[in-house]
């Protein structure tokens, strides 16, 4: 939550001026992040931007060269057991012993970190909704049935922050869907902080509370996702008309219009208030107009705007 710009409660994660080298390179360059309590927070970026390196320095995996990273207020680098206790992570996909029931998979993990009961055991595995399931061995599961008992682990120990490397990797439509509506539970009931990283732009725009795009070892931006779709004032709005050729001439004589031929559709760039008044005045000249839609732009469109085109991952 913020006010005047300023954040109300303490971040649940804080990178301060984050450094990364390898020999000579810089592969992170005074990366500095604030994520707050109780969201899902995106992290985007360019192929070989330095997402995946930031989220192993983030867990330990890792070494900083410079600067620190806080977890709710613990260092990782003067007290990474106080820090890391607080969180939970997924890379990629979760391994599991396929051989075991999903249950077994928990037990085994449970005798690796202290103070997990069978209670906590039993609450995750509703959390997660794989009451029905969770005796079955986990060869016999789906993608998606794997990844949630994936996050059924990683929040064993209650968390205070889930970090998601590319956790739709291999789902189809349903089970991304499926942890979609996990996460946003976990963050609503359950107060849980989400760090989420996903080259799949459309289900980060579904999914995310606020993003921060990364490009070349810093952050270019950071943003509510709501803030970030609604910030341009113009909108492409698509016409279909009976008259292409005329209803082009008619736009020309505006000159604060942008109009073309798209897809046998007339296309203009117009705000709120352009938008009637286009329609009204091809309706007074003659034009017939079937069909009006307006087109929002994406986050793959600010996504691709913001960092010049380069491709996610």
């Not at 057991?81 to 599991?96: D, F, H, L």
């Not at 595995?125 to 789906?142: A, W």
């Not at 849980?192 to 931006?221: F, N, P, T, W, Y």
């Not at 209803?247 to 020309?252: D, T, Y």
């Amino acid at each position: 939550m913020e006010k005047g710009g300023l954040m109300l409660t303490k971040p649940i994660l804080q990178i301060i001026n984050v450094t990364k080298r390898i020999g000579s390179k810089v592969i992170i360059d005074q990366l500095n992040l604030e994520v707050p309590k109780g969201e899902i927070f995106g992290f985007l970026g360019p192929n070989g931007a330095g997402k995946t390196t930031t989220i192993r320095m983030m867990v330990g995996l890792m070494s900083i060269t410079e600067g620190d990273i806080l977890i709710d207020g613990e260092s990782i680098t003067r007290n990474f057991n106080k820090a890391i206790i607080k969180v939970g992570a997924i890379v990629e996909n979760p391994e599991m012993y396929k051989y075991l029931s999903g249950y077994k998979n928990l037990i085994h993990f449970a005798r690796m970190v202290p103070g997990v009961t069978e209670e906590r055991i039993q609450e995750v595995i509703q959390l997660v909704g794989l009451e029905n399931r969770i005796q079955d061995k986990v060869r016999t599961y789906s993608l998606g049935m794997r990844q949630r008992l994936g996050v059924a682990q990683a929040l064993l120990h209650r968390p205070s922050l889930l970090i998601l490397d590319e956790p739709t990797n291999g789902l189809d439509p349903a089970g991304i869907r499926e942890l979609r509506d996990y996460l946003y539970t976990l963050t609503r009931k359950e107060g849980i902080s989400v760090l989420v990283s996903s080259h799949l732009l459309s289900e980060m725009e579904l999914m995310c509370d606020r993003v921060a795009i990364i490009q070349a070892g810093k952050v270019v931006e950071v943003q509510s996702i709501k803030d970030l779709m609604s910030e341009e004032l113009q909108s492409s709005v698509r016409f279909e008309v009976d008259n292409l050729v005329d209803a082009l001439r008619i736009l020309s004589e505006h000159p604060t219009v942008q109009a073309k031929e798209a897809e046998g559709e007339l296309d203009c760039w117009l705000e709120r208030e352009q938008i009637a008044e286009v329609t009204e005045d091809l309706i007074k000249k003659g034009i017939k107009i079937y069909g009006i839609r307006k087109n929002a732009p994406t986050l793959e469109d600010k996504f691709l705007k913001i960092t010049g085109g380069e491709k996610i991952g």
